[in-house]
């Protein structure tokens, strides 16, 4: 039997670690189950930082995610200081074009602004002619998702995080309303505090309303590296360029299963889309494929705090923007277990509305 003090932590993605970093910079002593930290969703994602982009309604989720937005400097800086490694966090703002010019052109936040036709085409050159106009949004931006979550995990090592990699989880063996243990195929762990960040995996846990939603993705090689500099996210498509070269294109969003692989049809919708939003991008060179699953919920919003055992706590179902909600859910979550409080900002996301 393995008896940590303190925290341990089920799922190494970019939500477990993130909290466990917070968690050990407050004094904690924090364990991590890994089950494939290649697995995670925090490696196929396209790292955009987009709350506007995304167009999520004035809402407690919209609060959520730009507050998390807005920490994402200062909190990818002390990663990078601590570690002297890169997240790629680049503000570089995420320009929406549109081919049908919506109704309500009033923006959703202050510093958001519509382009005309005239406008978006001199802003963003190569853009397929028949866009109408689009928003702009400058506080919108990226992060190299994989750099970033390298950069958390050495974090959390150097910080003296006990990460067990490998480390898949069988059973959660439950006593008296409370976490007993976890059961792994070779150990048995336990902590004072359980958290669950496993993602897209967590129903297989617990009974929790988190299915996997499949996203395929692909990579290009710019011709230069500032062939493309900020972000386009046209309908049901995004073209994500990094500092270093690579355009990343996304996603499908596909109710699979835990179906694997990339597919013809998510590869061709993918290109196609992706050549009408941008045509430039027909004769760059492909450089990488793959594919993921996001971790959804039946109302597309985050689990987060308590749950109903009395030492388990919830960090999952991010859906889309686990990336973006990453530095956001590491404090909350770590307020709660350090100081026992609950950020109103956190109680929408109580598991509980499922099950009321
Ligand atoms: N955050 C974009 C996506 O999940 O496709």
Redesign the pocket.
């Given at each position: 039997m393995d008896a940590t003090k303190d925290i341990l932590i089920i799922g190494g993605g970019i939500i477990g670690l993130a909290i466990a970093v917070e968690l050990r910079q407050r004094g904690a002593s924090v364990t991590i189950l890994s089950r494939d930290f290649q697995e995670a969703a925090s490696h196929a994602?396209?790292g955009?930082l987009?709350p506007y982009a995304?167009q999520i309604p004035p809402s407690p989720m919209l609060d959520l995610c730009t507050r998390s937005r807005e920490m994402y400097a200062d909190w990818t800086g002390k990663l990078e200081n601590l570690t002297g490694l890169e997240t790629g966090y680049n503000p570089c703002g995420i320009l929406s074009p549109v081919f049908e010019l919506p109704d309500n052109l009033a923006p959703l936040a202050p510093t958001s602004s519509w382009l005309n036709q005239t406008e978006i085409h001199a802003f963003q050159p190569g853009l397929n002619p028949d866009i109408l106009g689009g928003w702009w949004h400058p506080e919108d931006g990226q992060v190299d998702n994989r750099k970033l979550v390298h950069t958390l995990r050495q974090a959390a090592k150097t910080l003296g995080v006990n990460i067990q990699e490998g480390a898949a989880v069988q059973s959660i063996i439950q006593k008296s309303g409370k976490i007993d243990k976890i059961l792994t195929k070779n150990r048995e762990y336990q902590a004072q505090i359980y958290i669950l960040a496993t993602g897209s995996w967590s129903s297989e846990l617990i009974p929790l309303p988190v299915r996997p939603i499949k996203?395929q993705m692909l990579a290009l090689r710019m011709p230069t590296p500032q062939s493309l500099e900020r972000v386009l996210f046209g309908p049901n498509t995004?073209l994500v360029p990094r500092k270093n070269g690579r355009l990343i294109i996304?996603?499908t969003?596909e109710e699979v299963g835990w179906t694997p692989h990339n597919t013809p049809l998510g590869m061709n919708a993918l290109l196609q889309r992706g050549m009408g939003l941008y045509p430039p991008i027909a004769d760059w060179t492909i450089e990488d494929f793959w594919w993921g699953f996001?971790p959804g919920t039946t109302d597309e919003f985050p689990i987060l705090g308590p749950s109903a055992y009395d030492n388990l706590v919830l960090a999952t179902g991010h859906?889309?923007?686990g990336?973006?909600l990453a530095p956001i859910t590491a404090t909350l979550i770590a307020d709660l277990i350090t100081h026992q409080v609950t950020d109103p900002l956190l109680k929408p996301f109580n598991g509980d509305r499922f099950f009321a």
């Open positions: 994602a396209a955009m987009a995304e996203g995004y996304g996603a969003s996001r859906y889309r923007n990336i973006l």
